[in-house]
């Protein structure tokens, strides 16, 4: 259970002053539900206010703080601007411009002839200056009311960011004085304040260096102790040692001899699974590297032993996809696969629950409908997760309570992750690379073209589908809006299906599963040509036959992405082909990703890239993982950060006595706090 201490800051964030319904549907976009939210919703810069007795031109471009007295109010006819003409102490004129046509609001704002403080950007118009909406009017009496700098949040429309900062102070003065979870040594050592200050400043001063590390560091702390915890959990349990005599995997009809980095890594998994400890691995492994061959080894390892295997696929394309796969290389097998995603039902699905529970099924393939209470087994001995949507911890530990002793666990990425970032998502796991590449697989051919020469790449295209080729065709990213991204897909299906008729399909998130599935079956049995798309194709479509991808405004996605989405072509013999199509008003950043693209296909080397040229949180956070890990702490701070937290989390564990001593009391309230609480509930649980 929460400490109590900690209860007013996972009050609902409507427990704040101020906050009615109009408020309330802007802090829900900036996902603020709670006190907590606020709390941790840190300020991204900074307002300098520079305080001035009289006006001068020299200051245009900059904001003042200074006190006027308004001497006349005009009024446009409708919503025209209304403009207050206003005087410094020294008869110096401004025009203080407010668009909108509320001109009651700006004169009860400005009583004509009464002085009032007023802050904002001063520009010059013409011969005449300007501060146009100032961003503060008030009593020049009251000189507590204006800071000279202040806080700039993140907002959304509706919420400005000074009542985001009335928030953040309202916040604070419900935050508990927490007993300190660092070691004194570090934190002596660093200069950070106790966690309540830490607090207090960044929100006070953004530009507060030791405050925001402060915290970063609290997060990262918590995280890697979490992880630490769940291990050492899992490594205490007993689970079953599973071991294979290799009587199916001899008769596998391999299309090639396994490579040196798959028979390295099948060998690692063979050990894991043959001791009692269970098996907690990560594979890390390229597009195209031969993940799927290790995973079947793995999951037949587990059949000889007479035990169950299930696979978590993160989307129901994929889960087919893999249940087609193993369907055909262990065929002959006696080997008994099935498949069960959140569309089966009625006696379909009774049918595979039974089977699940009397053993007659050996593997199971599935989306996370596999692991729903309903779905019984009789043995499971090993759970691999496809896992392109970031199972977290607490996903991870479910599957622990779905056997009589905990599975062996192996997790496959779906592209590289930067090392980094390895230790901060998986640092409870024992990690295998597949860095290189099986025989005959060719390097994909990359190029990028303007958008302007949108017609030769159809030409191209239309050459293409007569020497008998297939293609797909990935839409942008609008403004991260399904209805748009739809929009787009829609129309470039439809002008590309103006020149080639009924052999172009379309393929977007928002169909429904059935309709997905016909399109994407029609286009695997060579009946369409060109496969428009959403990104919904990023992960694990195969179609060997398809061997051009052409991805349209390429320079709005992030590199892990444009590598992943080129991984869909290439997967037959002989060559294939990326067309990157990119707008013309490219930031330095996107040129940056566009060249690595053309220059290499090696998703190790794009994952680090990818890390120093996306600054703050965005590898981590919601546009790419769909779970945003990390609040605090950028990650050029996790570089940092990490191994000073990893090892005090190992001191508490070895030297202070665990979540037991006096520090590890604070160290569980930190574990609530940064709610990586389900180690302490897999603690007691176990």
């Known amino acids: 259970m929460r400490p109590d201490l900690l209860n007013p800051l996972f009050a609902e964030v409507t427990a704040l002053k101020g906050i009615g319904p109009a408020l309330a549907r802007p802090l829900e976009r900036l996902g603020l539900a709670r006190i907590v939210d606020v709390l941790f919703h840190l300020p991204t810069g900074w307002i300098d206010r520079l305080p001035r007795d009289e006006l001068d031109m020299a200051d245009a471009g900059r904001v003042i703080a200074i006190t006027l007295t308004p001497i006349e109010i005009r009024a446009s006819l409708g919503r025209g601007p209304t403009r207050v003409r206003a005087v410094d102490a020294q008869g110096n004129h401004v025009l203080l411009v407010y668009f909108g046509g509320n001109s009651a609001w700006v004169k009860k704002l400005f009583p004509l002839n009464e002085p009032r403080r007023v802050s904002g950007k001063l520009e010059s118009y013409g011969q005449e200056l300007q501060i146009v909406h100032p961003d503060y009017v008030g009593d020049p009496d009251d000189t507590g009311a204006l800071a000279m700098r202040e806080a700039v949040y ?208 050996d593997i199971l393939v599935g989306t996370h409908a596999i692991f729903q209470d309903a779905v019984r087994y009789k043995d499971l001995g090993l759970v691999v997760v496809d896992e392109q949507h970031r199972f977290g911890v607490a996903q991870r530990m479910m599957l622990q309570a779905k056997a009589e002793r905990p599975p062996h666990l192996l997790v496959m990425t779906a592209t590289p992750i930067p090392r980094t970032l390895t230790l901060a998502q998986y640092g409870e796991m024992d990690v295998s690379r597949l860095d290189e590449m099986p025989p005959g697989r060719e390097p994909i051919q990359t190029s990028v073209i303007s958008e302007d020469r949108i017609g030769d790449v159809v030409d191209g295209l239309a050459r293409h589908l007569s020497g008998g080729g297939q293609a797909y065709w990935v839409c942008p990213l609008v403004e991260e809006s399904e209805k748009s991204d739809l929009v787009a897909a829609e129309a470039r299906a439809e002008a590309l299906g103006a020149r080639f008729g009924d052999r172009v399909g379309l393929i977007h998130g928002r169909m429904k599963p059935a309709d997905k599935d016909a399109v994407m079956t029609r286009f695997a049995a060579g009946q369409l040509g060109v496969l428009v798309a959403t990104t919904v194709i990023e992960v694990g479509v195969d179609v060997p036959n398809a061997t051009l991808i052409v991805i349209e405004a390429a320079d709005r996605f992030g590199l892990a992405q444009l590598h992943q989405l080129r991984g869909r072509v290439g997967r037959g013999g002989g060559r294939s082909v990326c067309v990157l199509l990119r707008g013309n008003a490219l930031s330095e950043t996107s040129r940056a990703r566009l060249a690595l693209m053309r220059e290499t296909n090696d998703g190790f080397r794009i994952a680090e890239e990818d890390l120093r040229l996306r600054g703050a949180g965005e590898l981590l956070g919601t546009r790419q993982s769909g779970e945003a890990q990390y609040r605090l702490a950028t990650p050029e701070m996790l570089a940092e950060l990490l191994p000073p937290a990893t090892g005090d989390a190992r001191l508490l564990i070895d030297r202070d006595g665990g979540l037991e001593g006096a520090r590890g009391a604070a160290a569980r309230i930190a574990l609530y706090l940064f709610e990586r609480d389900s180690a302490v509930a897999l603690l007691r649980s176990g």
Do not use: C
């Not at 002596?188 to 929100?203: C, F, K, L, T």
């Open 154 to 361: 993140p907002m959304s429309e509706g919420i400005t960011s000074r009542r985001i900062a009335q928030l953040a102070e309202q916040a604070i003065d419900r935050a508990p004085v927490l007993p300190e979870w660092i070691e004194p040594g570090l934190k002596d050592q660093r200069g950070w304040p106790g966690w309540r200050e830490a607090v207090a400043r960044i929100h006070a001063d953004p530009a507060d260096a030791k405050a925001r590390e402060r915290l970063a560091y609290d997060e990262v702390f918590a995280n890697q102790l979490a992880l630490m915890l769940v291990r050492g959990a899992a490594r205490a349990k007993r689970g079953r040692a599973l071991t294979g005599d290799g009587r199916l995997r001899a008769r596998l009809d391999l299309p090639y001899a396994p490579t040196g980095a798959q028979a390295r890594t099948i060998a690692e998994i063979e050990g894991d699974m043959a001791q009692t400890q269970p098996m907690l691995r990560l594979l890390q492994g390229d597009v195209g590297s031969g993940k799927t061959l290790v995973a079947i080894m793995a999951l037949l390892i587990a059949a000889e032993a007479g035990a169950q295997g299930a696979m978590l696929a993160p989307t129901e394309i994929l889960a087919r996809q893999h249940y087609e796969t193993l369907s055909r290389m262990l065929s002959g097998l006696g080997i008994h696969v099935a498949v069960l995603t959140g569309r089966d039902k009625g006696r379909v699905r009774e049918a595979t629950l039974m089977g699940l529970a009397d053993g007659s099924i």
